[in-house]
């Protein structure tokens, strides 16, 4: 199998910058995409391909990614962005389809 | 626009069976891959296969391989996800997630719409 490991929880206050990070094996090969899932609504597309913002997605919203390790950067949190983040990816044989273990981001 | 429009909350018994729709609209249905994902309460996100509507051809997670079976009407857009000889452990929220890449890609690559989630419960 394969795994996708996030930080459980990050606390920030509004305006600072916080950065989720996600871990996996084959990340220097496979991109990471992240999703926003809100309280009891279903996920929202944020980043594909490592880097890119769909159309809609506010700017302070970015993603990289370098060698094992995928990073969602959130510039000046806003309350609304108050969630849980999920990376995910594929292996590096295409046959696991993975979430990471999603992050609880706080903002206060 | 695309949406995804899926079918109402469902309460079974253990060892029965739910079948979950899943009705597309905004788009060419067997354009796209289409996946199933779920979510336990208070748990991460889960993937559990995806159907090509095109085709029929389906790919299940090795979790679930016996016990799901995806298909496809496409003359009303509509993908299903039947999951059998259910478990309390099944109790979760169903999505229906589209691919983000077109089928004659011949690859899947990640979910760009979501529907709203259908909520199984499993309970004696």
């Known amino acids: 199998s394969y795994e996708l490991t996030q930080p459980p929880s990050v606390s920030v206050s509004p305006g600072q910058t916080a950065r989720i990070t996600c871990s996996g094996d084959?990340?220097?090969?496979?991109?990471a995409v992240w999703y926003q899932q809100k309280s009891g609504q279903a996920p929202v597309l944020l980043i594909y391909?490592?880097?890119k913002r769909p159309s809609g997605i506010p700017e302070r919203f970015s993603g990289s990614s370098s060698g094992t390790m995928a990073t969602l950067t959130i510039s000046g949190a806003q309350v609304e962005d108050e969630a849980d983040y999920y990376c995910?990816?594929?292996?590096?044989?295409?046959?696991?389809?993975?979430f990471g273990t999603g992050t609880k981001v706080t903002v206060l | 626009q695309v949406q995804l429009v899926q079918s109402g909350a469902e309460v079974k018994k253990p060892g029965a069976s739910v079948k979950v729709s899943c009705k597309a609209s905004?788009?060419?249905?067997?354009?796209?891959?289409m996946h199933w994902v779920r979510q336990a309460p208070g748990q991460g996100l889960e993937w559990m296969g995806w159907?090509?509507?095109?085709?029929?051809?389906?790919n299940y997670a090795q979790k679930f391989q016996g016990r799901v079976t995806m298909t496809r009407d496409t003359s009303i857009s509509t993908a299903y996800m039947e999951l059998s000889r259910l478990r309390s452990d099944d109790t979760a929220v169903y999505y229906c997630?589209?691919?983000?890449?077109?089928?004659?890609?011949?690859?899947?690559?990640?979910?760009?719409?979501w529907g709203q989630g259908t909520l199984v419960t499993v309970s004696s």
């Open positions: 997630a589209r691919d983000a890449a077109p089928s004659y890609y011949g690859q899947v690559v990640y979910f760009d719409n």
């Open positions: 905004g788009y060419t249905f067997t354009g796209y891959y």
């Open positions: 159907i090509n509507p095109h085709s029929g051809d389906i």
């Open positions: 084959a990340l220097p090969q496979k991109y």
């Open positions: 391909e490592d880097t």
């Open positions: 995910y990816s594929i292996d590096s044989s295409g046959d696991y389809y993975v």
